[in-house]
């Protein structure tokens, strides 16, 4: 089908992309269902010839396919290896009366995560006008998150008087493995926390495959030196995967993997330029992404994907569903709501698409939306969000409908 260019001379014609496999479409909640609309109207279908196979993951649809759906999209994703992912609400219990839900449905990130078995890997969207706090960064760093064990499945105990701590481990065969822990002369406290090799083994190659793919180094960091079994085999398994099957192909890429202590990790990277993949243990990761990421602007402007170890990929926007704008939107008020991340999750997925469908033309696309909505917003068109802290002077802020119809008028340009 020809079509003819909107904004152009007359005279330029295109013709629309053809995908040759469908993305998985997760839909999703609220104002960012409202983006996700817009998104495909204004800046998808009137360039490809958009294939997915639709999954409503809305909270509607969920309670009424009893989650199924959830559980489906996340099936179809290993099918086809790659899927794209609105903002999902997860239920708590105001929700249940606001959407009369038959139960309290677990969070879609974790039932999907929990099939795929992956790594979410963050990476904030730098653009020009928006500074990170930190100077030198120039580059964007990818926090990728363990998101098993440690002390999110521990177990705890309020030591109520003198006594004698032990840590026990109990064989299938019945042999007993026993350390004291501490023996108590007063009250205090107990934690027991675990990982398994499989796990961490499949942490480790998901970092490296996506260090390969974005051609980046790989930073890792425990505390080995304090921690000589627990800590030291995260590093053990790192280095031994990185040696048996990732070593020639990272030299091969010109790219490196970096092990440290923690401590040391946290000293570079405030010294670092960026442009580094950095990887940490469940608890490390889930207080340095906070700091990484509100370090380099907003949540508004950070993409996630999820990548499962035998490398299928689910792109998604950071940020929640937006409530308190979609509020607004139904009280029929003017938005400003960022639709960047998402936009964003859309090019990602659109790219890796086209990588492994060999569709260059696709992954020109992702290139080129991602660069007109980078250039909308250096030219100082932008949402409420990025208006208020942005360098740049003079800057137009849009509602965000026409946030959107502008990253459109810029790639018409491009
Ligand atoms: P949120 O949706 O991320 O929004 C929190 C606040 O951050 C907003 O009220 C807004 O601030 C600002 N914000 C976030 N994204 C923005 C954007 N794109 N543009 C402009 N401002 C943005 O978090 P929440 O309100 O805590 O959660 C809402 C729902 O999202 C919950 O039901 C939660 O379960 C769900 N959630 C889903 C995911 C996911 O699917 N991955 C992740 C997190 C949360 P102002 O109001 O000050 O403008
Ligand atoms: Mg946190």
Same mark, same amino acid.
């Given at each position: 089908m020809r079509r003819?260019?909107?904004?152009?001379?007359?005279?330029?014609?295109m013709d629309k992309i053809k995908m040759t496999t469908p993305l998985v479409e997760m839909?999703?909640?609220?104002? =960012?269902?409202?983006?996700w609309?817009?998104i495909k109207e204004?800046l998808l279908t009137p360039y490809i010839d958009l294939k997915t196979e639709y999954y409503?993951?809305?909270?509607?649809?969920?309670?009424?396919?009893?989650?199924?759906? #959830?559980?489906?999209?996340?099936?179809a994703t290993?099918k086809y290896g790659v899927a794209v992912k609105?903002? #999902?609400?997860?239920?708590?219990? /105001?929700?249940?009366? &606001?959407?009369?839900?038959?139960?309290?449905?677990? !969070?879609?990130?974790?039932?999907?995560?929990?099939?795929?078995?992956?790594?979410?890997?963050? =990476?904030?969207?730098?653009?020009?006008?928006?500074? @990170?706090?930190?100077?030198?960064?120039?580059? @964007?760093?990818?926090?990728?998150?363990?998101?098993?064990?440690?002390?999110?499945?521990?177990?705890?105990?309020?030591? @109520?008087?003198?006594?004698? $701590?032990?840590?026990?481990?109990?064989?299938?065969?019945?042999?007993?493995?026993?350390? =004291?822990?501490?023996?108590?002369?007063?009250?205090?406290?107990?934690?027991?926390?675990?990982? #398994?090799?499989?796990?961490? !083994? !499949?942490?480790?190659?998901?970092?490296?495959?996506?260090?390969?793919?974005?051609?980046?180094?790989?930073?890792?960091?425990?505390?080995?030196?304090?921690?000589?079994?627990?800590?030291?085999?995260?590093? +053990?398994?790192?280095?031994?995967?990185?040696? &048996?099957?990732?070593?020639?192909?990272?030299?091969? $890429?010109?790219?490196?993997?970096?092990? #440290?202590?923690? +401590? +040391? $990790?946290?000293?570079?990277?405030?010294?670092?330029? %960026? %442009?580094?993949?950095?990887?940490?243990?469940?608890?490390?990761?889930?207080?340095?992404?906070?700091?990484?990421?509100?370090?380099?602007?907003?949540? /508004?402007?950070?993409?996630?994907?999820?990548?499962?170890?035998?490398?299928v990929y689910e792109y998604? /926007?950071?940020?929640? =569903?937006?409530?308190?704008?979609?509020?607004?939107?139904?009280?029929? &008020?003017?938005?400003?709501?960022?639709?960047?991340?998402?936009i964003?999750a859309w090019t990602g997925a659109l790219r890796k698409r086209g990588e492994l469908d060999g569709s260059k033309e696709l992954m020109a696309f992702a290139d080129k939306l991602?660069?007109?909505?980078?250039?909308?917003? &250096?030219?100082?068109?932008?949402?409420? +969000?990025?208006?208020?802290?942005? !360098?740049?002077?003079?800057?137009?802020?849009?509602?965000?409908?026409?946030?959107?119809?502008?990253?459109?008028?810029?790639?018409?340009?491009?």
């Amino acid at each position: 089908m020809r079509r003819r260019l909107r904004g152009g001379k007359g005279e330029k014609y295109m013709d629309k992309i053809k995908m040759t496999t469908p993305l998985v479409e997760m839909d999703g909640d609220e104002m =960012t269902r409202i983006l996700w609309k817009m998104i495909k109207e204004e800046l998808l279908t009137p360039y490809i010839d958009l294939k997915t196979e639709y999954y409503d993951l809305g909270l509607k649809h969920r309670n009424e396919t009893d989650d199924q759906v #959830t559980e489906d999209s996340a099936k179809a994703t290993k099918k086809y290896g790659v899927a794209v992912k609105c903002a #999902t609400i997860t239920p708590n219990a /105001a929700r249940m009366t &606001e959407y009369n839900l038959k139960e309290m449905w677990k !969070s879609p990130n974790g039932t999907i995560r929990a099939i795929l078995d992956g790594t979410v890997f963050r =990476t904030p969207i730098v653009v020009k006008g928006i500074e @990170p706090c930190v100077k030198n960064w120039e580059k @964007p760093i990818t926090l990728a998150r363990h998101a098993y064990g440690d002390v999110y499945k521990n177990t705890e105990i309020k030591v @109520p008087c003198a006594g004698k $701590a032990e840590l026990v481990f109990t064989a299938k065969d019945g042999t007993q493995t026993r350390e =004291t822990i501490h023996e108590f002369s007063g009250p205090g406290i107990l934690q027991g926390i675990h990982n #398994t090799d499989k796990s961490v !083994s !499949s942490f480790a190659k998901s970092c490296f495959n996506y260090a390969l793919d974005t051609r980046q180094d790989l930073w890792f960091a425990t505390k080995d030196t304090i921690s000589k079994k627990y800590d030291h085999t995260f590093k +053990d398994i790192f280095q031994e995967i990185y040696d &048996e099957e990732y070593k020639d192909k990272f030299e091969a $890429a010109g790219i490196e993997y970096f092990y #440290t202590l923690i +401590d +040391d $990790a946290v000293a570079r990277v405030m010294k670092a330029r %960026g %442009g580094f993949i950095w990887a940490c243990k469940n608890y490390d990761g889930d207080v340095m992404s906070d700091m990484v990421s509100s370090a380099f602007g907003s949540l /508004a402007m950070m993409t996630s994907v999820l990548v499962s170890p035998d490398g299928v990929y689910e792109y998604e /926007a950071a940020h929640g =569903t937006v409530q308190r704008h979609y509020y607004k939107h139904l009280k029929g &008020e003017e938005t400003s709501t960022n639709s960047v991340a998402t936009i964003f999750a859309w090019t990602g997925a659109l790219r890796k698409r086209g990588e492994l469908d060999g569709s260059k033309e696709l992954m020109a696309f992702a290139d080129k939306l991602e660069k007109a909505t980078l250039q909308t917003i &250096e030219e100082g068109k932008m949402t409420k +969000d990025l208006a208020l802290i942005t !360098s740049l002077e003079d800057v137009t802020v849009l509602n965000s409908e026409n946030f959107i119809r502008e990253i459109r008028n810029t790639f018409e340009t491009l």
